[in-house]
């Protein structure tokens, strides 16, 4: 039986909203594979972000367990939780999140900065070359078009190889084409690395090219489906 990289277990979150509490996710349980790809889809205001978020530990349940890669999220203090992110998943945002006062060579360095790698610059330039930005690392995040502030943000998600890469609508803010350039790098780094994939997204075509979708519905696993695989004769 495969031992599941991320197992989810009845995943509740409850937050005051005026005089009532608002139930943001009711009782999710999700299972994710090592090398799988999994898109999570559903409206606006179903809380597939904040599964996100609950994942990577940069909010805490109101009760249900997160065990990632063996450690209980859940659990762990912030002192813990800074290295797990660290040594465990990279988070791609649809905002980007780069740092404007850095270049983006500079942005992709963060992480390999903190976790005090060696030969960070050759790394750097590596992942630059592989997101297609190898001309482009000196340049600050404001003289880069959204398609390249994404591409730097998922260079520096990718800089430590995590084996789990959490993405919030990574195509959100772009236009199609460029959207499709972003999916196909993330699709790549799991048919190349073997990185774990779970997405957020309202693109039916990105989703369409996970192993799973899974929906949520009112804070609820509505239902899921696998991809269809065609049969070779």
């Known amino acids: ?70 450690v209980e999220v859940t659990r762990l203090g912030e002192s813990a939780l800074a290295r797990f992110r660290r040594e465990t998943l990279g988070f791609v945002f649809q905002s980007y999140h780069l740092i404007p006062t850095l270049t983006a060579a500079e942005n ?12 960070a610059t050759a790394r750097v330039t590596e992942l630059l070359a592989r997101v297609g930005l190898a001309e482009r690392g000196h340049h600050y995040p404001a003289q880069l078009s959204g398609g390249e502030q994404q591409r730097v943000a998922l260079a520096r998600a990718m800089a430590l190889d995590p084996p789990l890469l959490l993405a919030d609508e990574p195509t959100g803010n772009l236009d199609s084409a460029t959207g499709a350039a972003i999916a196909d790098r993330l699709f790549a780094l799991n048919r190349e690395r073997g990185t774990t994939l779970l997405l957020v997204t309202h693109d039916a075509a990105l989703a369409e090219r996970a192993d799973r ?15 269809a695989v065609a049969l070779v004769p």
């Open 1 to 70: 039986m495969t031992k599941m990289l991320v197992s989810i277990r009845d995943l509740t979150l409850r937050l005051p909203s005026g005089d009532r509490m608002l139930t943001v996710l009711d009782g999710v349980s999700l299972d994710v594979a090592p090398g799988e790809t999994v898109a999570v889809a559903g409206p606006s205001g179903s809380g597939k972000s904040t599964l996100l978020g609950l994942v990577a530990g940069l909010d805490a349940p109101t009760s249900g367990t997160i065990v990632v890669a063996g």
């Open 108 to 119: 992709v360095a963060v992480p390999l900065d903190l976790a005090g790698a060696f030969a």
């Open 213 to 227: 979708v899974v929906s949520l519905r009112d804070g609820r696993i509505a239902g899921e489906r696998r991809r």
